[in-house]
Structure formats: C-alpha cells, structure tokens
C-alpha cells in the first residue's frame, strides 16, 4: 500500500472549549461532519480498538462512533470522572467519586453495554486509582480485586456471582496478561520479615504457580507485559533508600517467563526512570542510573545488555507502533530533548528541543509523533506539536488551557513497516520558523546526595560559565549610562590595586602558588597607614569564608555577597523540594523566581 492509499490518521483533544478532533498528517483539518463539541468536559478516551470515541461532561456520557462522527449514546450519568473501554469496545466502564450513605451502598462503578446502553453492573470503589476491572484481550474475563481475592467473571454473567476466585493471603496487586493464553500475575508484599514475591497462574488452574520469584525491597511493583504475554517485567520500588543515595527510594527490575523455564534480576545501576518492551515482544529498553547522567540500555529476550544508547538527561522511551523507531526523551523537569534511534541499525536519526511537554504519544502511522503542553500541569503556551520521525515540525498549534490529546488507535498491520525510512516532510503552513529550530537547552543546578562534594559534570560548567557571561552581557546593556559609568570606574579601580599589590619584577616571588590570605585583624601598636593597607590586600584577594572574620571586620560589599549567597543557598534547597514532589508556597515560588537576578547581582558584587 502506497502512503497516498494509506487511511488518514486522527487524534481528538479536550480543553476548555471543548472536544476539538482533527485529522493527522498530512491534512491536519478537522473531518468532514464533525461539529465540535461545546462545553466541559471532564475526560476524553477513545476505545482500543479505535471504533468509539467517549468523553464526560457534568451531566452526562457520550459515545461518538469514531469513523462516522455520529454519536450513538448518550448516558445520562451525572458527575462521572472517570471512563474506559473494553479490549474490543463492547463495555463502557464510569467512575464517580462516591457519596457516603450510612450504609454505604453506593455503586459508584458501573459497566455498561456500548450498543444498547444497558447498565449490565455495578459495584462500590472507593480509590480511583485501579477503579476499573481489568479484561482479557478477547474479553472472555473480566478481573476486579476485594480484600485477598481476585474475582473472575464472564462478561455474559456479570450480574451473578463470580465465575471463579483467586485467593491468597497477603496480595495486594494483581495483573492480567495480553494474548491469547491469559495469565494473571499477582503480588504479595514483605511481610514479617518474609520476601515480596510475584506469582503468575493460569486462569483455569489456581492449584499451582506457572512461575514464581521472591525479592527483597519491594513496597509496591509495576508488573509491564510484553505484548504476546508470554514475558512479564516486574518493576520493584522501595519508599525509602536505605543507603541515603536517593530522595525516590530504590529500585529494581525482575524478569520472568510465564513458561516458568526463566526469571533473573535483570542488571541495571541505580534508579529506574522508565521501562518499555519493543512491540515485537523480543527485547525491552531501561533508562538507569542517577541524574543528571543516567544509562540507557537495550536488553534480549533473556535480560542480556546487547547495546548502550549512552549517558545523557533522559527519562521516557516511546517506541513506535512498528517497533522500528525508538524516542528517548527527558521530560518534566528536564530540558524537553527528544532523540529518535533507529532500532534496525542502532544510528540516532535526529535529536531535537521540545521543551514544556507534558504528554507524549506516537501516531499509529509510526511516522509522527506528538507533543503536547497540558494545563492544569502548565498554564501557559498550552497546545501541541506533531514532528516528523526525522526532527521536523509538521505541525503546531496553540490552544487555550489543553488538558488532554490522544490519537484514535488502529492496528499496526494498516501502516507496515518500510525497508527504507522516508525522507523529512516540508511542514505546514502554519508552524513558525522558531517551532522548526532546535530550542537552546537549559541545564538544571540540581544534585544528587552522593554527587555532592564533588566536582560538576563539565556540561554543566561549560553551560553555567557560558550563561553566567551571557547574563552579564544582558545585565551591561540595560544599565544607565551612569551606572555603566560608575561600574567602568570600579573595574579601573581594581585594575590599579591588583597593579600597585603585584610583586615587584626581579623580586623572585613571582610565582603563581597562591600564598595563604594574610589575617585582616590589625596589629597591636600598628600605624593606620598599615591597618588600610591590610584591608586593601584583604578586598582584592579572595574573598574570607564568614568563620574567619567578625561581621564588625567585613565591608560591606562582602556583607552584601554574604547576604546573596545565603538567599540562592535557600533557593537550592526549595528546587531539591520541588524535584523532590513536594508542594511549595506561592511565596516560596516566588522566591525561586528570583533566581536569575539575584545571580546578576552576585555578578555584579564580585567585580
């Protein structure tokens, strides 16, 4: 199939405004027949299989056939948060918070049939998180969690009993594989002084594990199949770090084979920031390691490392739905750089600057991918971008408070795999020329507990020392002519001390070994013609720590550097707090914001 006969691609998003839906490349329009929709609303998914677009206002649930455009239910459902689909769009599942009642009968979950609109069940949940039931991909089962059970039901009967049980005491999290022979992996948390461990069993026999694995270190797990479910990564993470080398805690990755015949502890160093199996389930990508430098290692089907993609600022993998382009990007708090790999010859094809994203997702065409900035994450340049594999901005748009994007899926087999990668597109019309360009990178000052002390990655200090110039140059251009008078003056000032302190030619102490600063406490009996000449020595050498001198014996430049050093000191210690997940004060936000001219000034002192 050509890229001309290739069906168009199509994403919906939610903001303020509305639903907005709109076709991917190359058209990038809104389809044909589609009347946006006005209003709020509270959440937008589409079905997994692509044929129904869902999203919730106030009031209540709609359901959009995704290939017409017409909307064929509307459940009057008040106040739901919360929607999703089964495998094959046959259910629609809703969450609202619940209402205490005094005897707490209220079904806040329920499933209901997407055709006829019939509520099929309900049930009571509390947390949001996990609120829905999990299926099987050929929706055979479904799985919801109670107090140490597992309860099975068939879809056909899920107003009667469950259909089976799994029950262990001790479980806390369960997991139901992809493919077609369903598994379920379940956890088990320490517990007197007994290992965590992760069991998997087939769903028609309970009696005996299929695999098993025990671990140390593990408060809770991410349990992240391959897309056959023959294969299952078990993501062990800890609340507190032991060895005090980590704010998150730490971390580990297991390996296990449903057939039983394999499990390792797979070798990483350090924190986990992100896992992700290939699509054709044979290997799995790990960024490790500590920030700002973590690994980024590409594993077998038997956990063995078979390439290093290098150290660099990066904390999400995004493969594309073909498995042929791999994205390591470093978002959230980091710089926003994407760079796109080509798994097939293991090259970089591009690296490009997509600062602010908050979300990020490949198109099914395995061609573009898309990113986005979201509110309530970031209030400001809400929209998104849709790149070219190759690095370029084929399209971009702004729109008031975006909370969420999302593309239709489709199964991969429409949009195969091609020999050789296209060539970059031209973008449209309407993506600046700024868009298209690289964005400078901008280096964070955070680090780790147990890089403290030592000296910086040279990274960073070619970017701090190259920034603090430029923001020198900055501060000169906006002085007043009198102020760039009196600042000339100083430096001539300080020029004639350094000359008049340097030692004389043929003296013999012309050696660069620096000699220990002299004590600026003047000398009993002494003449004030040498108390003044200390204090000159004192001011054009480095500067005193403040334990060596009394505030009494400092002038007031150094009280002033002092000052500025101890309000960035506080600044430092806010943006460890806020990297570490902690909420900060409007003032203390605030504070933070004052960091760039508090450096000027810093600058300025120093001189």
Not at 355 to 376: F, K, N, Q, V
Not at 483 to 503: I, M, Q, V, W, Y
Not at 512 to 519: E, L
């Amino acid at each position: 199939m050509s890229a001309a006969t290739l069906p168009p691609t199509q994403f919906a998003y939610r903001s303020a405004a509305g639903i907005g839906l709109s076709e991917g490349a190359p058209a990038f329009g809104i389809p044909a027949g589609f009347e946006k929709q006005i209003g709020n609303a509270r959440v937008l998914q589409y079905s997994k299989n692509g044929q129904y677009l869902a999203w919730a206002t106030p009031e209540s649930v709609k359901v959009m056939d995704a290939q017409s455009l017409q909307i064929i239910q509307d459940f009057s459902i008040k106040d739901v948060l919360e929607i999703d689909f089964s495998p094959k769009g046959t259910f629609l599942s809703t969450w609202q918070r619940q209402i205490k009642t005094e005897d707490g009968s209220h079904r806040n979950m329920a499933i209901y049939d997407v055709k006829t609109g019939q509520e099929f069940t309900s049930f009571s949940q509390k947390s949001q998180n996990n609120w829905n039931v999990q299926w099987t991909d050929d929706e055979t089962y479904c799985a919801r969690m109670v107090s140490n059970e597992v309860h099975f039901w068939e879809p056909k009967n899920l107003t009667k009993t469950p259909f089976t049980k799994l029950i262990q005491e001790g479980m806390s999290q369960f997991s139901l594989s992809p493919g077609k022979s369903t598994c379920v992996a379940v956890f088990f948390g320490e517990r007197k002084g007994a290992p965590a461990m992760v069991r998997i069993y087939s769903i028609t026999n309970f009696a005996v594990p299929l695999a098993s694995k025990s671990f140390f270190k593990a408060d809770r797990v991410q349990m992240i199949w391959n897309q056959l479910g023959t294969n299952v990564l078990v993501w062990a993470t800890t609340d507190h770090d032991k060895t005090g080398k980590s704010y998150y805690g730490e971390t580990n990755l297991y390996y296990l084979s449903v057939a039983g015949n394999f499990d390792c502890r797979v070798p990483i160093d350090g924190l986990i920031h992100d896992v992700a199996w290939a699509p054709a389930s044979k290997d799995f990508v790990v960024i490790h390691g500590q920030m700002p430098n973590p690994k980024t290692t590409l594993f077998d089907h038997r956990a063995n490392a078979v390439h290093e993609f290098g150290r660099d600022a990066r904390n999400t993998i995004k493969w594309n739905p073909q498995g042929r382009i791999l994205v390591l990007a470093g978002f959230g708090n980091l710089a926003g750089t994407m760079d796109f790999w080509d798994r097939k010859t293991l090259k970089k094809i591009a690296s490009v600057s997509a600062r602010d994203t908050t979300a990020c997702e490949w198109s099914p065409d395995g061609r573009h991918i898309l990113t986005a900035t979201l509110s309530p994450r970031l209030r400001v340049d809400n929209g998104y971008k849709i790149w070219h594999y190759t690095g370029v901005v084929v399209h971009t748009e702004e729109i008031n408070e975006l909370y969420q994007v999302a593309w239709r899926p489709c199964s991969p087999d429409v949009y195969p795999i091609r020999s050789a990668l296209s060539p970059a597109p031209q973008p449209t019309a309407n993506v600046s020329v700024s868009a298209v360009k690289p964005a400078p990178v901008r280096m964070g000052a955070y680090r780790p507990p147990q890089a403290r002390g030592t000296p910086a990655p040279s990274l960073f200090v070619d970017a701090s020392s190259s920034s603090s110039t430029a923001a020198a140059a900055a501060a000169d251009a906006n002085l007043s002519k009198a102020a760039l008078k009196n600042k000339k003056k100083r430096e001539n000032a300080k020029k004639s001390k350094d000359g008049e302190d340097a030692p004389a030619a043929g003296s013999g102490n012309s050696s660069p070994v620096a000699t220990p600063a002299r004590s600026n406490t003047p000398r009993p009996n002494s003449g004030s013609s040498n108390n003044s000449n200390n204090k000159a020595k004192a001011q054009n050498g480095a500067l005193l720590p403040a334990t060596t001198a009394s505030n009494s014996q400092m002038t007031e430049t150094e009280k002033k550097i002092r000052n500025v050093t101890k309000k960035l000191k506080q600044i430092h210690e806010l943006k460890e707090k806020q990297a570490a997940g902690e909420t900060l004060e409007l003032t203390q936000l605030q504070k933070i914001t004052a960091e760039a001219t508090l450096l000027k000034e810093l600058e300025a002192l120093k001189i």
